[in-house]
DNA sequence: CGAGTATTTATACGCTTGCATAATTAGAGC
DNA sequence: GCTCTAATTATGCAAGCGTATAAATACTCG
């Protein structure tokens, strides 16, 4: 039984890139704190302080709003990578080694991002669109490394060949995501930095380069 | 309405053990080929040839079944990876390397097997009974590999402090999810056996030996 | 072969979900 | 300040969900 008859809520109008981002912003929070299945459309509605018909005048299905959401998620972590290299010195060992640290450490590895990153992931086998959204992404950041990985390979005065240096972004890339994966899932059995710096030194190794200091190898 | 009333399905009587496992596999059936989401009781229970209520019979909630088929998916992959290990040769840069090629080949390295665990990861941050059955696995497996590298080491008459082995297991772990995760999201655009190679010859550069030869290092 | 029981089916309930659509209202433009 | 429209709320619906529980049946043991 309602009392006085509630009042209907009031509202303001706002641009639409405003909402689209505030309903993003909502459904993320939604995934990473109670998973996709916690994605429901009235739980991101009242994320958003908004009614749930809203949604679908900007989303025309759940899915699409799903999928907006992956596609931030993911342009985010790749913003925030590249970000790290705006502020990097300007030696491109130096440089590698930033990307790897940001990649490695807050905000980036962060149980937050792999809650969210794993349930659109979980997705891209049943989609063919999210699968192909998802390679775009791998295959960008595999880029982005391989040219830094050139890049410190000849200032360490070291070949630089395309079969190898595409050898070496896939190791590596490995290396990044597989420890980005180990302190995302058990963050606090790590001390602090230890990801990184065993992620630099394995990277070390691999490319036979030194990423500190300025010298040639070894 | 219903015409000449459907006759009641009939049934055997099957094991538990028998009735266990069969449900399990459909939840996973389930769950690789249309997410989590798609592993409702009822389309478990056809899967399996049952009635949904029987399900109830064997796992008082929903996601206790879930969890179990999860514990099932990870043990699988262990034991894939370890019976590896007992065809394989003896010495232990060979047995190394045979495990990374389990690993990084069929039947570990596979979409639906991705599906899966991707699917079950994301649970891990909202459900603590499932973040420690991961960990408990990561941990499993980490010292599995932490052995193998000690033995290898000492085979290439190298030194192996526990310090030491330990960040060698955390990198070389990393270099083994990475290019599983690679692998499975899109294994296509890699040649036969080309990530198994990329990751003997890494984790051959992190820890300084062959694992090919019987020789020492390089 | 007959009785008893553990296993399985069948049915139903209460909730939540995504989506549709009608009613309302904030704010821009004249 | 009025009007018009696009943005927003409110309400409802049909489907699907997990779970509860009663009825039926296959098998075991004597």
Same sequence: chains 1, 2.
């Avoid at 759940?62 to 590249?82: C, F, N, P, W």
């Avoid at 807050?106 to 969210?116: G, H, K, T, V």
């Amino acid at each position: 039984m309602k009392l006085q008859g509630a009042p209907r809520k009031s509202f303001r109008r706002e641009g639409e890139d405003k909402r689209r981002e505030d309903l993003i912003a909502a459904t993320l929070e939604c995934v990473a704190e109670r998973g996709l299945a916690g994605a429901t459309v009235r739980e991101i509605a009242l994320r958003a302080d908004v009614t749930a018909g809203l949604i679908r005048y900007y989303f025309p299905t759940k899915d699409e709003l799903i999928g907006a959401a992956y596609r931030a998620v993911m342009d985010r972590m790749t913003v925030q990578a590249s970000d790290a290299l705006k502020n990097a010195e300007n030696d491109p060992r130096a440089r590698l080694s930033a990307f790897v640290k940001a990649n490695l450490g807050q905000p980036i590895m962060d149980p937050y991002n792999l809650s969210l990153w794993a349930g659109f992931i979980a997705l891209v086998h049943a989609d063919p669109a999210m699968a192909m959204a998802h390679r775009d992404g791998y295959l960008a950041f595999r880029d982005e490394l391989e040219a830094l990985i050139r890049e410190a390979l000849l200032a360490a005065e070291k070949p630089a060949l395309p079969n190898h240096t595409r050898r070496h972004a896939i190791a590596i890339n490995a290396i990044i995501d597989g420890l980005w994966l180990e302190g995302c899932l058990a963050g606090d059995i790590f001390a602090d930095g230890e990801l990184a710096d065993t992620g630099i030194t394995a990277i070390e190794a691999v490319l036979d380069i030194s990423l500190k200091a300025e010298g040639g190898a070894t």
